[in-house]
């Protein structure tokens, strides 16, 4: 069975302080990795990685892919109380032009 | 302004009441679909489309219909809506199926 698993399912960090968040897949053929931030609404995407080791990276927010290992990390740095959100992975994987999975997501809480 | 569009954003119905939650992109995306989320258990999708005339059921379709006679729009038809459907819908598009998806604002249905 396809899917996506997260870990962990919630985390509470102070300001300033850096996250790792975890995103592991087991799909068939795979093509890509997204990330997506959620907070009380709809998602917003972050990144797409579809190779390994390129280090994606926008502001304070990064994110790199492991194909080997299959999976991927979303990193945090200098936490402010805006990142406070659900973080949701999802795969594409599949046939001629792939299907979306998500994971259940993260729930991050930074406090002041 | 480039946008996914849902309406409505909040319903509230009877068992048994036929609805449709209309959803509009302004992006020319060919790929459009449809997901419910549920505490603990992620996003779902539940119908896709990957361009005018063509519909696929997605991961929890049962109790559902879609349509898409025009590019930019998809409605979501719930023939006769039971309580187990009552969650937050959300649609979305993208340019291809499995590219980064822009999501609509989101419908919260409760039916009772």
């Known amino acids: 069975e396809d899917k996506v698993v997260q870990s962990p399912l919630s985390l509470v960090v102070h300001e300033g302080d850096t996250v790792t968040l975890n995103c592991s897949y087991e799909?068939?053929?795979?093509?890509?990795l997204l990330w997506y931030k959620q907070e009380k609404k709809a998602p917003t995407f972050l990144f797409m990685l579809?190779?390994?080791?390129i280090e994606k990276k926008s502001g304070r927010l990064s994110s790199i892919l492991d194909k080997k290992e299959l999976f991927s990390i979303l990193n945090i740095t200098a936490t402010q109380t805006g990142d406070s959100a659900v973080y949701l992975c999802?795969?594409?994987?599949?046939?001629?032009?792939?299907?979306?999975?998500f994971g259940k997501g993260t729930k991050l809480s930074v406090k002041p | 302004e480039a946008q996914v569009t849902q309406n409505p954003r909040y319903l509230i119905t009877v068992t048994g009441k036929k609805l449709t939650v209309t959803c509009s992109q302004n992006?020319?995306?060919?790929?459009m679909s449809w997901y419910r989320q549920d505490p603990g258990l992620g996003l779902r999708q539940i119908y896709y489309?990957?361009?005018?005339?063509?519909?696929d059921k997605g991961d929890v379709p049962e109790g559902y219909k879609v349509s898409r006679k025009e590019k930019r729009n998809f409605p979501l038809i719930l023939e006769s809506p039971s309580p187990n459907q009552t969650s937050l819908y959300f649609c979305a598009s993208s340019f291809a199926r499995g590219n980064e998806q822009y999501f609509g604002p989101g419908t919260r249905l409760t039916v009772t």
């Open positions: 799909v068939t053929n795979f093509r890509s």
């Open positions: 489309s990957m361009n005018v005339e063509v519909t």
């Open positions: 992006m020319n995306h060919e790929y």
């Open positions: 999802a795969s594409n994987y599949g046939g001629s032009q792939g299907n979306l999975i």
């Open positions: 579809t190779s390994s080791g």
